[in-house]
């Protein structure tokens, strides 16, 4: 692994750290000002209204990211004519596809009474239409800042590209902000949040053009075939956000249905606490992403290989580093996060920590399966393991208990790791007993021995710098 590669590695970290930041940032600081301004039933059914929206999120069906795989690898062999194809065709078809959603929800707002649906009393009904149709546009509208990300991630500007649209995020949120200190209701709220990302959709695009000369918007590059060729490994990555929609909800309502709300409340919150490991590995996991797809496209199968080792070791280095934390400080912040309402088990969150581990490994690997395109039957996989482990859930909540009922998770963690690991070390052309090598192995520039050498050369008095060559 190069110099350079690491490089890109170091600032793909930061950047994603980063944007988890905002993140944080966004949830920490929206609860209590949109409660210190409105009411507590004004916001309550606006975090309802605002949820339905999320949904337009797989408006593209996947093509954005795999355009973005595609055109990485493409750009690291030299093809940048076959790049811009893939962008041109994917643009096209997202803003269609997009367009389409944009009138089709604005039909169905028109004709469906949606505040008496969704129980709004505090939003008026002409009102819940246009919150809404707005933050549907703002949604739809970061389908094609997808795609224009993917132009930076495929020269290997990654880190900009995630740092950029973290800045943009954050300014989107502000500028929300200032209507509901103003006084200003949930509808100007709304337009507000649409238009300034609109703003930024565009001014994405100028940067992209300008920073990018060979990026060009039109359709004299843009083919149905290239559609078609991508058609069946977008389709699915469609497949995750419904497993997750079962690993997630699904089992809560299996435990509810069989044990009740106290019991789901009591693992919801012991979950929560236990997922912090997996928001530090999908770090590692959209860090590496590009760097894999780039390797693979140029063939480069060494270090593919090196990439897949490196990104498992760190994923399971800070999944046990979490987990160890955890184990001593879980219980204690259960209680004061839950202000001693939800009694905390030990051994509960002992088994979602067992959890934890055993997705990290298959979730990290899959990264080079999901990064060069050949996810399909991963994704076929992850569907029938998640659905699978609601039904165990379910059963063994009813006649086991809350403790096999979050047993029952790593039914799914289990399926995922015997078929992803056997897959990508296929891929990468790697061997089992020298991938658990690889494991325990660390540069030797790290050795203890060197690095104290190295502190002595350099606090050494009159020592000559070291010659380079």
Not at 44 to 51: K, L, P, Q
Not at 310 to 331: D, E, K, W
Not at 361 to 368: A, P
């Amino acid at each position: 692994m190069d110099h350079s590669t690491k490089r890109r590695l170091v600032l793909g970290f930061i950047s994603n750290w980063i944007s988890k930041l905002a993140t944080t940032i966004v949830q920490l600081v929206q609860v209590p000002v949109f409660l210190h301004f409105w009411s507590v039933p004004l916001y309550g059914e606006w975090m309802i209204v605002s949820a339905i929206p999320s949904y337009l999120g797989v408006s593209n069906f996947g093509f954005g990211n795999v355009a973005g795989n595609e055109m990485t690898m493409m750009t690291a062999r030299g093809d940048r004519e076959g790049a811009l194809r893939v962008f041109q065709s994917c643009w096209w078809l997202i803003t269609i596809i997009c367009s389409s959603c944009i009138v089709l929800l604005g039909l169905a707002l028109y004709f469906t009474p949606a505040a008496r649906l969704l129980k709004l009393h505090a939003i008026n009904p002409s009102d819940t239409k246009w919150i809404i149709f707005y933050l549907g546009c703002a949604v739809l509208l970061g389908q094609l800042e997808a795609l224009l990300q993917s132009a930076y991630r495929c020269v290997g500007r990654y880190p900009y590209g995630s740092f950029i649209k973290s800045v943009f995020s954050l300014a989107a949120f502000g500028a929300m902000l200032i209507p509901v200190c103003l006084g200003g209701g949930a509808r100007v709220t709304a337009l507000v949040f649409a238009s300034t990302n609109a703003f930024f959709t565009i001014v994405l695009c100028i940067m992209v053009r300008r920073d990018l000369p060979w990026i060009r918007y039109g359709w004299s590059y843009a083919s149905f075939a290239e559609i078609r060729r991508l058609t069946a490994p977008a389709f699915a990555f469609m497949a995750f956000p419904i497993g997750n929609a079962l690993n997630l909800q699904g089992t809560l309502m299996a435990i509810g249905y069989a044990l009740g709300p106290t019991a789901v409340v009591i693992f919801g919150t012991a979950r929560t606490v236990s997922r912090v490991a997996l928001q530090m590995v999908q770090m590692v996991n959209n860090t590496f992403w590009p760097e894999m797809s780039s390797s693979f496209g140029t063939n480069d199968i060494a270090l593919t290989r090196t990439l897949h080792r490196r990104s498992c070791q760190l994923g399971l280095i800070i999944s046990f580093s979490i987990v160890a934390a955890m184990l001593t400080l879980g219980p204690w912040f259960l209680t004061h996060w839950t202000g001693g309402h939800v009694p905390p088990s030990r051994g509960l969150l002992s088994i979602l920590l067992l959890v934890v581990i055993a997705y990290s490994l298959w979730s990290t690997s899959s990264t080079l399966l999901a990064a060069v395109n050949k996810h399909q039957k991963l994704a076929l996989w992850y569907l029938f393991g998640t659905t699978v482990t609601v039904i165990f859930t379910y059963v063994l909540a009813k006649y086991f208990g809350l403790l096999w009922a979050a047993a029952s998770l790593l039914l799914s963690e289990t399926v995922m790791n015997m078929y992803v690991l056997p897959a990508s070390l296929r891929l990468s052309h790697d061997t089992f007993p020298a991938f658990v090598a690889s494991m325990f192995h660390y540069p030797q520039s790290l050795r203890p021995a060197l690095l104290l050498a190295r502190v002595r050369r350099r606090t050494a008095p009159g020592n000559p710098p070291e010659e380079t060559v």
